[in-house]
């Protein structure tokens, strides 16, 4: 199971990438903000297997980005800090990067870029 290492890097970008460089992680966020809660709601919208979900669910609880309530016990809902979501302007800003340059003039936009809101 992965865990999560804080970095020590002394450069802001590095410590950040040491967390939100993981592809799963920045998408369970983004469905964070997009209105999901539960286990279940990030596998189905995610394909994630669970065990890659569990483990992730876990390291953004303990870099403060989620909390689970309740704590322990099932159907937990997964509920985003404030601290998740200042990472919200990040998020529109990489949807407009990738909405403007990595996609053709004729390609549809899903997700956060079409949707144009989150909810937090």
């Not at 592809?23 to 964070?32: A, N, P, Q, T, V």
């Not at 890659?52 to 303990?62: D, G, K, Y």
């Not at 302007?89 to 990489?94: I, N």
Request: hydrophobic share 40%.
């Amino acid at each position: 199971m992965k865990t999560y290492q804080p970095s020590r890097a002394p450069c802001p970008i590095g410590r950040a990438a040491r967390l939100l460089g993981d592809r799963w992680i920045l998408l369970i966020l983004r469905e964070g903000f997009l209105g999901a809660e539960r286990f279940e709601e990030f596998i189905q919208r995610l394909s994630i297997n669970r065990a890659a979900l569990t483990s992730r669910l876990a390291i953004l609880q303990e870099a403060g980005l989620i909390t689970r309530d309740p704590p322990s016990g099932k159907r937990a809902r997964y509920l985003l800090t404030d601290q998740a979501c200042a990472l919200v302007p990040l998020y529109a800003e990489m949807a407009k990067w990738s909405a403007e340059h990595l996609f053709d003039d004729d390609e549809m936009t899903a997700g956060w870029a079409a949707s144009g809101s989150h909810q937090s």
